[in-house]
Each structure stands twice: as structure tokens, then as C-alpha cells.
């Protein structure tokens, strides 16, 4: 494990090799291996469930692999916990920040380097001051180091969260989707911070999964698929169109066999009229026809997740809800599923959907229609079983699931019972919130197969995918969230992949005409 | 940019202002309802009354801060309380000895609370709710029904007065000193971080494992403070003392504005809440309420300040204890996304979600 004898490159900054890491069944790295130089921008490449996140983690020392080594600076090291890799060298700025939201910007950004005061103990003002000095030696000064972090905008989390990691001075820095929550400008801005702390001498692992920002940023790239990596190569030998290839191999055609849908029928089923919900809904308003998949795009934290539960009654929004031509009154989520509506959220924290984890498949199906096998009090097991089996075909989970408790399940197996389970209690209307995060790509294609069926069945789904490609390429209409509105709204032709970034961003305002 | 002046002042003093201007209207209701109250012989009277429970609620405070709970406070007390009334000679080396004593059994007990919760990761609810009736039950062992006794002397140390100030507030400056040293070393700092969002905390550094316990035995060690009050004030021991303060404890906590979901709020804010719930529970009696009342009024104080801080609180909030209930973690903790946080919340508002370790 220690061959301290092996002979490595004094310029090499981090060799990862032959890293494995397995979650249970499913393979998350499979002997990866790549390096980086002293001083170079390196770009880690791939698709969602790529093994991007699960090498990241190993780096900060949130997750320890089980085989492989890991060499900074040339010593190998073990990283067992992040204090570990932060003494070894390493510094993150994760995607979702990790800003503890009721410390202030100061107690963030020097959390546990506080400088001493008088008789040792950590000084408020000096705190206060050194972040200043940090804030503003990042171009960040405008940022108030007094303020508590939950008063920022999300992009100023993530600001933070780049210049807390570049400003411990790490051998190397680990940038994770950093532009995720970024505007232009500040996506700028970020290419301005990085290329400082490179001139500093400091190396840089780039994370993302935009070709665009790798090209600009980084020397060479490696790219992932399945948890292994696929090649590394200097970006600029490679045309974005190769470097897609790569990450998605030919299973890109195959996800999306299926093909975007197109609506059965133009009569509305869900008109959604001034909804707000202030501060993180503003005056939403539009249709859902029928048969129709309904994209809905938007970065993180724009107001996505609260319309879907204001649509599912999850929460008092103000505005007016129609479904079939009939008012409906949304005072909670038993209003919306007597109104055939029926949602799948995906949370962050994958095993729980909307699902009761510790349950087996066939509860979770059957437990919000127990009506309908139940005579006089007493669930009929016979047809309970049966009309469960039918759904879980119709989903294509394999029926095994019916005994087995959910958190043993798959990702794509639980998505499927989360569907099947609104499907047998009859919903119309069915409200998809990611529902590919974090299942292979097989399941997705599943998935999405799935989801044109149904709505080829006349049901209508409205569908939000934080992957912009999923969305081009499923949904026939797209509404795109800004800062709590529906910033722009594409069709046909025109919804493409740039028209749906650019709106995402707040730079194409103009679309709603 | 640095904050002004004013606002740094506002900064520091944020956690208190409501709790203080709550204190400062029931200390004039009172002195209108009882202006006898303002005699020096009243005012150590309240001291004495409100100093148990004072202490109590800094160290529940301070495990709350870090995220948990602690339902072990009321038979720490107990225990500390019968060990003295038994064991305590009259001497004053048996005396002080006994001091150091009783700090330490604190620290023990808040040692194994910590070890239960930080590194065999039982929920806090569960693990001290267990050392709560093992602490109980030891009390009664120690000593079977009320009774011992503790010298003048002792009981005059910590309930007496110099030159018209009571003791006890001399006890409760200290005590507050304290935390807020403590306040300022990585000890403090890693507390409200993990308290405040766990994840973040150790994804940053923070050591889990011994910044729970510290915050734990710093707990005992204020539980050894008020349990040496308590056997000062009763002047006697009782196996049963300390378990009905749990409830009061708990009300001394929020009532100084420490948020039930941890990472906010000054445990020394809760001196303040238990001067509130001891002046209230006064005023009632001298409006002629029987103390029968005591435990359903505090009860009811400890809804109220919970659904205030609810309703002060933005209707945001509340989706983030939807989303709670429904599994995820809030994803964004002030459940906004960019959009800007609540930005007018009430003092320590705390949020309807009671998170539990």
C-alpha cells in the first residue's frame, strides 16, 4: 500500500491510482487513475453519475476508497477525514456550499484559523478584518464579512465557498462544479480567481461538466464514464463534439430513443395563474395541455422546487389553480392528490422519494390507494398484490420489488416505484422533479421511455431536470425559471440548448417577448 | 468593507435584545403589581429564585446550540443535590472539597451523555432521556426520600449578599463570562458550526467527535453549578428535585432566544429566559394564581414562545419543514434559494423544524 520506493515525478502534483470505490453493488469508481502537474488547471470530465462527485469526495476525505492509492506532492497519502485532506494539501469548494448559514461571512471563511486576540481567545474584530483582507485580495470586497451567510445570494454562497478553499493556500485546490450557481459575470470572475491562484504556483482539479469552461480554464482533461476514466488528454487536441463522445459514449442516442413528445391534445389540464409564493415565487402563470411533457428549467435555487410544491399543495402559495376547467383549492397535499395530481420529488439525499424506505415495494405502492382493495376495513391482499404487480409492470421494475424494502432498492427501482405508486391511484397530472439524479444510464433511458408513454396515454407531466440535455431532448415545451419567475418560455425549434442556458442565467430576458 | 460601529454593536448584542426588552417589560409589570419588589431583601429573592434554573438553562443551551438535547438535566441536578445534602461535612475544607466534587460528577455525567451521542451516535433525545432515569435512579439510591442537610455557612456563599448585591449575580456574571471566552476558542466556534449544519462543519474540519463531547461536559459542568445552588437554596437534599425543572429548563432556553434547532442563539441569553419564567410565574402569584398552575403555565409559555418565533419567522420557513417532513434535507437552508434569506427575523427566531440528533 506504502511503496514509498516508487519513484514519482517531482512535478507531479496529485496521481490518483487504481481508485475503487463501490456503493453496494454499484461500481462508483473503477480503478480510476489519472495525475496532474504542479501548477496546471486540470479538467475532470463527465457525465452525471460519471464518478465525478465520488472522486471529489474521496479528495476532500468525505468518503475513503476501498482500494487504490492516492500521491501529493509525491507522498502518498491517506485521507481519512477532511481534516486529513486538508492537512495533506487538498481544499474544496463543494457544489452545494458548505457554509454553515447562521455563522457570519467572517466565521465562515476562517472557520478554525481564527486569529487570536488577547489571552488566546479568537477575536471577533481581528476575524473580521482578516476576511475582509481575504474578500477583498479575491475580488469579493463588496461582500459584507459581518453579515450571516443565509442573508447571501446563492451565488455569493458559492463565491465564498471558491475563495474559502483558494485562500487556505492548498497544494491543491478542488473546484466542483463551480459555476453551477454562477452568472456570466461571475462565472468571469471565477476564471479570473483560478488563474491567480495558478500563477501563485498552486494546481487546480476542475470539475465540471461543461466543455466550454474546460477549454478556457484547463491545460489538459481526463475524462470519466462508468467510474472509469476514458482518456486525458490536452484540451486543446480535442473538439467538443469528440470530447462528448467520450462522455457519453453512443449511450447519448440511446437515452434518448424515445424522442420528445409531442402534446395529444391542446386542451388545458392544469392552469397554473399567478402563483407566488414571495420571495422564491413571483407571479408564476401557465398551462399544462394534454399529453404533453412540459420541461422546466432553472439553476438551483430559482424557485423550481418551491413551484412544484405549491402545485402539489405542499405549500400556501397565493394565485389560482385550474385543473380540468375546475378551481381548485390547494390547502394541502391531500387537495392535489384528490385532484389526480401525483408528484415524484427527488431530494437531495437519494433513498427518499416520497417513498417509506423502510417498507417493502408492494406498502409503497398500495398505501396511498388502500380504498380500493379494502372491504369493510380489511385490505384484500389478493387484489392488492395483483394490481400492484400489473403497475409494477407497467413501469418495468421487476416484480421482485414488491417484497423487498425500498432502501435495499436501486435508484431507477425507486424512482419507478415512486412513479407506479401515482399511477395506481389513477393521477393525471404527474410532477417529476429530477427524477433522473443519480440513477445509470440505462434507468434513464427507461425512465424517459416511461415518461413518453404515459403522456402518450393523455397523461401530462410537467418535468424538471437540473441536466439541460434532458431537457431538450424530452420535453417539447420548456419554461425556464429566474430568480422566482418564469423567465422565458421555448417551443419546437426553438428550444435548444443555448436558448435554455442563456435564460437560465438572466441573460435572455427578452425571450418572453 | 467592515461593519460601522453601529452595526458591529448590533451584531454582538443581536441574540439579546429581544429577550432583554421581554425582561425589562415584566420587571416594570412587576414592580407596578409589587413595588415592594424593589427592596434589596425582594430583589436576592428573585436572584435566588431564578439562579437554579439560570444555570441549568446555560448548559441545556449550550448543548442545544450544538444540536442536540439534553433530558438528563433535571436528575444531574438531583444527584449532584443528594450527594451534597449526604456526604457534605461542615468543615470547609469537606466543603470545598465537595464543591470541586460536585463540578466534576457534572462533567462525568456530561462525559457520558457526550460519549453516547458523539461516538456511538445515538439520537441526543434518546441517549440522555436513558442517563436521565439511570441518573434518577441513582439519586434514589444515594438517598430514598428528602431529607440531609447542608450548613448556613454553604448555603450563605451561594444565596447571601455583599453590600446589597446578591451573590448569585456574582455567580452569573462569572458564568457568562465563561461562556463567552469559551464562545471564543475553536470549542465554541465548532459548536454553533456543527449545530448550525453538520455536513458543513466537518466537511470543513470540524472534529466531530470532541467538540460534542466538550459541549456536553461543559453542559455537566453548568449542571454542577446549579446543582450546588439548588442544595444551597433548599439547604437539603431530595432525590426528586430536579426532575420537574426539565420543563422549565427547556422554556429558560428559548425564552432567551436559542434556537430549538441548534446552531443559534448565546446560552447566556437563558440567564435572561429564567429571570423571564421566574418574574411571570411571580407576577401570576401575586395575582393570586395558586402555583398549582406553575407546570401547565410554563408549559403553555414554552408553546407560545415556540409558535412566536414560528410566526415571526417568513412563510419560506415553512416549506423547509415541508421538505423536511418529507425526507430530503433542506437543500438550501433558509429554504430560498438565492433569492435572499428571511432577512427580518426576530431575534434567535428559530424555525418551526426541530431538527434531533
Same mark, same amino acid.
Not at chain 1, 378551481?327 to 395530481?341: F, Q, Y
Not at chain 1, 429530477?434 to 408513454?453: C, H, N, S, W, Y
Not at chain 1, 425559471?481 to 442556458?501: N, P, Q, W
Given at each position: ?438 440513477? /445509470?444510464?440505462? =434507468? $434513464?433511458?427507461?425512465?424517459? &421511455?416511461? #415518461?413518453?408513454?404515459? *403522456? +402518450? @396515454? ?34 419546437? /425549434?426553438?428550444? =435548444? $440548448?443555448?436558448?435554455?442556458? &442563456?435564460? #437560465?442565467?438572466?441573460? *435572455? +430576458? @427578452?425571450?418572453?417577448? | ?357
Amino acid at each position: 500500500m506504502t511503496d514509498e520506493s516508487r519513484d514519482w515525478d517531482g512535478a507531479t502534483a496529485l496521481e490518483v491510482r487504481k481508485v475503487v470505490k463501490a456503493y453496494g453493488a454499484t461500481m462508483a469508481l473503477d480503478g480510476v487513475s489519472f495525475s496532474c502537474q504542479v501548477g496546471e488547471v486540470h479538467g475532470l470530465l463527465g457525465e452525471n453519475g460519471a464518478g465525478k462527485s465520488t472522486m471529489v469526495k474521496i479528495l476532500s476525505g468525505l468518503v475513503s476508497p476501498d482500494q487504490g492509492e492516492i500521491a501529493i506532492l509525491g507522498k502518498i497519502v491517506r485521507l481519512r477525514n477532511p481534516r486529513m485532506a486538508l492537512s495533506a494539501g487538498t481544499a474544496t469548494a463543494f457544489q452545494e456550499t458548505t457554509m454553515v448559514p447562521h455563522l457570519t461571512v467572517a466565521q465562515n471563511l476562517m472557520l478554525l484559523r481564527e486569529p487570536r486576540g488577547r489571552f488566546g481567545f479568537n477575536s471577533p474584530s481581528l476575524t473580521s478584518a482578516a476576511a475582509a483582507e481575504i474578500l477583498s485580495e479575491w475580488d469579493a470586497g463588496e461582500i459584507d464579512p459581518d453579515r450571516p451567510v443565509f442573508d447571501l445570494s446563492l451565488s455569493n454562497r458559492q463565491r465564498l465557498e471558491l475563495i474559502r478553499a483558494l485562500s487556505r493556500r492548498p497544494a491543491i485546490a478542488l473546484l466542483d462544479e463551480a459555476t453551477a450557481a454562477l452568472g456570466a459575470a461571475d462565472v468571469d470572475w471565477l476564471f479570473r480567481q483560478v488563474a491567480k491562484f495558478k500563477s501563485s504556483g498552486g494546481t487546480v482539479v476542475y470539475i465540471s461538466h461543461r466543455m466550454g469552461e474546460i477549454r478556457e480554464l484547463c491545460e489538459r482533461c481526463t475524462v470519466l464514464k462508468n467510474g472509469r476514466e476514458v482518456r486525458t488528454f490536452p484540451t486543446s487536441d480535442v473538439t467538443d463534439s469528440e470530447a462528448v463522445e467520450m462522455m457519453a459514449g453512443r449511450a447519448i442516442q440511446r437515452i434518448y430513443a424515445a424522442g420528445r413528445s409531442e402534446p395529444t391534445g391542446s386542451d388545458s389540464v392544469l392552469v397554473a395563474d399567478h402563483i407566488s409564493f414571495p420571495p422564491a415565487l413571483e407571479d408564476v402563470s401557465f398551462e399544462l395541455r394534454r399529453g404533453e411533457i412540459l420541461g422546466m428549467a432553472g439553476l438551483q435555487g430559482h424557485g423550481q422546487k418551491e413551484l412544484f410544491m405549491a402545485l402539489f399543495g405542499a405549500c400556501r402559495a397565493k394565485g389560482s389553480l385550474e385543473v380540468n376547467g375546475k378551481p381548485l383549492r390547494m390547502r394541502s397535499t391531500h387537495d392535489a392528490v384528490a385532484a389526480d395530481i401525483g408528484i415524484s420529488l427527488v431530494p437531495e439525499d437519494r433513498k427518499v422519494e416520497g417513498l417509506m424506505v423502510s417498507m417493502e415495494g408492494l406498502a409503497n405502492l398500495t398505501i396511498a390507494n388502500l380504498s380500493q382493495f379494502t372491504t369493510v376495513g380489511f385490505i384484500r391482499r389478493h387484489r392488492e398484490r395483483a394490481a400492484a404487480t400489473k403497475t409494477l409492470l407497467a413501469v418495468n421494475a421487476s416484480v421482485k420489488t414488491l417484497d423487498q424494502e425500498v432502501w435495499a432498492l436501486s435508484g431507477g427501482n425507486q424512482q419507478k416505484l415512486a412513479i407506479g405508486k401515482w399511477l395506481l391511484a389513477g393521477t393525471r397530472v404527474l410532477l417529476m422533479f429530477d427524477p433522473t439524479r443519480g440513477v /445509470d444510464v440505462e =434507468t $434513464k433511458a427507461e425512465i424517459f &421511455g416511461l #415518461m413518453q408513454r404515459l *403522456a +402518450q @396515454e393523455g397523461r401530462s407531466i410537467l418535468f424538471h431536470s437540473t441536466d439541460v440535455e434532458e431537457i431538450v431532448n424530452v420535453a417539447n415545451r420548456a419554461l425556464v425559471m429566474y430568480r422566482g419567475r418564469i423567465a422565458a418560455e421555448l417551443e419546437g /425549434d426553438g428550444l =435548444t $440548448k443555448e436558448a435554455l442556458v &442563456g435564460a #437560465m442565467l438572466g441573460t *435572455a +430576458q @427578452e425571450v418572453v417577448g | 468593507m467592515i461593519g460601522a460601529p453601529s452595526e458591529r454593536l448590533r451584531n454582538a448584542t443581536k441574540g439579546i435584545v429581544g429577550p432583554v426588552l421581554v425582561l425589562g417589560v415584566f420587571l416594570v409589570v412587576y414592580a407596578i403589581i409589587q413595588p415592594a419588589f424593589l427592596s434589596t431583601m425582594q430583589i436576592t429573592t428573585l436572584f435566588n429564585g431564578s439562579t437554579v434554573i439560570a444555570l441549568a438553562a446555560v448548559g441545556e443551551a449550550i448543548v442545544v446550540i450544538a444540536g442536540g438535547f439534553d433530558l438528563s438535566v433535571g436528575s444531574s441536578l438531583s444527584v449532584i443535590n443528594v450527594l451534597l445534602a449526604v456526604h457534605m461535612g461542615q468543615s470547609t475544607g469537606s466543603q470545598a472539597l465537595w464543591i470541586v466534587l460536585a463540578l466534576a460528577v457534572g462533567v462525568g455525567i456530561g462525559l457520558l451523555n457526550g460519549v453516547l451521542v458523539a461516538i456511538l451516535r445515538i439520537p441526543s433525545i434518546v441517549a440522555t432521556l436513558a442517563t436521565s432515569f439511570f441518573w434518577g435512579g441513582v439519586a434514589l439510591l444515594v438517598l430514598k426520600q428528602p431529607g440531609g442537610s447542608v450548613s448556613m455557612t454553604f448555603s450563605n456563599w451561594f444565596t447571601g449578599s455583599h453590600a446589597g448585591v446578591p451573590n448569585a449575580l456574582l455567580l452569573l456574571l462569572v458564568v457568562t463570562l465563561v461562556w463567552l471566552a469559551v464562545k471564543r476558542t475553536r470549542l465554541g466556534i465548532s459548536i454553533y458550526a456543527l449545530g448550525g449544519d453538520e455536513e458543513a462543519a466537518v466537511a470543513n474540519g470540524v472534529r466531530l467527535k470532541p467538540s460534542l463531547i466538550g459541549a456536553y461536559c461543559l453542559a455537566g459542568l453548568f449542571y454542577g453549578l446549579a446543582g450546588l445552588f439548588l442544595t444551597a437554596e433548599t439547604s437539603s437534599g431530595d432525590p426528586n428535585a430536579g426532575g420537574p425543572l426539565l420543563l422549565t429548563v427547556f422554556t429558560a432556553v428559548v425564552l432567551g432566544g436559542v434556537s430549538l434547532s441548534g446552531g443559534r442563539g448565546d446560552a447566556a441569553a437563558a440567564i435572561l429566559g429564567a429571570f423571564i419564567l421566574t418574574i411571570i410565574t411571580d407576577v401570576l402569584y401575586a395575582m393570586g394564581i395558586s402555583s398549582f398552575y406553575t407546570s401547565i403555565f410554563t408549559g403553555a409559555v414554552l408553546i407560545l414562545a415556540l409558535v412566536a418565533n414560528v410566526w415571526g419567522g417568513q412563510g419560506a420557513r415553512w416549506l423547509r419543514g415541508f421538505t423536511g417532513i418529507l425526507g430530503g434535507r433542506a437543500q438550501d437552508d433558509d429554504g430560498t434559494g438565492g433569492l435572499g434569506g428571511p432577512r427580518d427575523l426576530p431575534a434567535g427566531g428559530s424555525p418551526p423544524a426541530v431538527g434531533v440528533r
